[in-house]
């Protein structure tokens, strides 16, 4: 079974940094480019980055200016996001997201989400 | 940059219903559209992708529709467990990966 289990969010006051990190398991993570995917509070879905399986590829949304970096260990099954300079817009739950295999930006897989609180 | 427009953004609809939802894309995206269901609390699930292929174990009951700026997603017959938020999102350019602004199914 697919699973995705995010962890790392929490409190964090504004130009703080935090960094959140999904744990892969029952697939071969190192075939699958990855995404982070966030939802403000009551909001809709904004993807935030894209990472491809061997890291060579690497998006992200406009509106980051060069905050967030998204990585990955492929030997230790792992996705990562470091978030630098946090602001009260970046508040919401972050979820990682698979992408299907030959199809990037189609994300068949997600996992539970973890919440970013950004708040003094 | 491409904006996904989705329609309603709200509905009211009862079981056994046949509810339509559209989706616009302010420029063409090919067939390059995909739908995710959202239920509260929860994680969103993927639907259909690529405008019309079903994802795999996805009912039947759910179909796309559509090519270039407008797309449909069809719930022939809704069922209790539909009732949900639907976005669609677009996976052809940038800004990559862009939802539209989502679609709750309520009950009647």
């Known amino acids: 079974e697919v699973q995705l289990v995010e962890s790392g969010g929490g409190l964090v006051q504004p130009g703080g940094s935090l960094r959140l990190s999904c744990a892969a398991s029952g697939f071969t993570f190192r075939s699958y480019n990855m995404n982070w995917v966030r939802q403000a509070p009551g909001k809709g879905l904004e993807w935030v980055s894209y990472i491809s399986s061997s890291s060579g590829t690497i998006y992200y949304t406009d509106s980051l200016k060069g905050r967030f970096t998204i990585s990955r260990d492929n030997a230790k099954n792992s996705l990562y996001l470091q978030m630098n300079s946090l602001r009260a817009e970046d508040t919401a739950v972050y979820y990682c997201a698979r992408d299907k295999l030959e199809l990037p930006l189609v994300f068949d897989s997600w996992g539970q989400g973890t919440l970013v609180t950004v708040s003094s | 940059d491409i904006q996904m427009t989705q329609s309603p953004s709200s509905l009211s609809a009862s079981v056994g219903d046949r509810v339509t939802i559209t989706c616009r894309a302010s420029?063409?995206?090919?067939?390059?559209l995909n739908w995710y269901q959202q239920k509260p609390g929860k994680a969103p699930k993927l639907l259909i992708y690529v405008a019309s292929t079903l994802q795999s174990g996805v009912p039947s009951r759910f179909s796309g529709s559509g090519s270039g700026t407008d797309f449909t997603l069809t719930i022939a017959s809704l069922q209790p467990e539909d009732f949900a938020t639907y976005y669609c999102?677009?996976?052809?350019?940038?800004?990559?990966?862009?939802f539209g602004q989502g679609t709750k199914v309520e009950v009647k």
């Open positions: 999102q677009q996976s052809f350019s940038t800004p990559l990966g862009t």
């Open positions: 420029q063409s995206i090919s067939n390059y």
